[in-house]
């Protein structure tokens, strides 16, 4: 009678340890099987920087950030598994921020630079730029040369400031905090001229009138994402996302979506080597 009343207490404990351990293993399950739909990152979040608005790369209301970068981003993001997250960042700090860890990586319509590779690595180009000179409508002003003298602005910490420092050496320069504030300090006769990307320049005539290109000034410039100095896993799942976009036509959507015209074709083989 004893021994079975022992043999009975130790069945109920093994089970009761057996029901314990079930439970543990689906608790486990329940916190990891929501993370998302698999691939390079296992479903983590990308946590990314972006200077907004700089329409049509970037622009909207968090979080329903759109344009661009935002659209392509979120294409590489899908084909490594990783969701982006973005995070509105003064383009003036932007590349000591990824670098300190304050995301992961940069998109914003950001030209690839010696200096900028000092701090972060790039992707390969995603986007073959250009500079534009933008103006009044009906301005006397028909070209870069024609600033020369002139109140000019451009976006601080961007290659069109370096290049009206470089090129307008006799002219007022006004660095502006973001792009749309130096278009606007040029529709209220603040400034005579403006040098910013060729396609913001292009939005701004579509969509806030009473100004016009001047001149697009060819440069050479290619856009990349950014990383920290060092993120060589992150960099390349980048640029095995970025690489697929581009061959099956997700580029291309997205590209013939915010500019209206068909990407050209040196994209599709523009590569980078990280320094």
Not at 90 to 108: C, L, M, N, Y
């Amino acid at each position: 009678m004893r021994t079975t009343r022992l043999t009975a207490l130790l069945a109920v404990f093994l089970l009761a340890l057996a029901s314990l351990a079930v439970a543990g293993c689906g608790s486990s399950d329940d916190t990891t099987g929501g993370g998302g739909s698999g691939g390079g990152g296992g479903g983590e979040p990308l946590t990314v920087g972006s200077d907004i608005p700089y329409p049509p790369f970037e622009q909207g209301k968090a979080p329903n950030y759109e344009g661009f970068d935002i659209e392509l981003m979120e294409a590489i993001g899908e084909k490594i598994g990783r969701t982006p997250e973005f995070q509105d960042t003064s383009f003036e700090t932007i590349f000591r921020d990824v670098q300190q860890g304050k995301f992961e990586a940069v998109i914003s319509a950001a030209t690839i630079t010696e200096e900028r590779e000092k701090a972060v690595d790039f992707s390969n180009p995603y986007y073959l730029s250009e500079q534009a000179v933008l103006v009044k409508e009906g301005s006397d002003i028909k070209s870069l040369e024609d600033l020369q003298g002139k109140t000019v602005a451009a976006q601080q910490g961007t290659t069109g400031l370096e290049l009206a420092k470089e090129e307008l050496g006799d002219s007022e320069i006004r660095p502006y905090p973001e792009g749309p504030d130096a278009v606007n300090a040029l529709k209220s006769g603040t400034v005579e001229g403006v040098i910013i990307d060729a396609p913001v320049a292009q939005n701004a005539v579509e969509k806030s009138g009473g100004v016009e290109i001047a001149e697009k000034v060819p440069t050479e410039e290619t856009y990349g994402i950014a990383v920290g100095q060092g993120e060589t896993e992150l960099l390349e799942e980048i640029n095995k996302g970025l690489e697929e976009v581009l061959d099956d036509g997700t580029y291309k959507t997205i590209y013939e979506k915010w500019f209206k015209l068909e990407p050209p074709k040196a994209i599709f083989s523009a590569t980078h080597e990280a320094e």
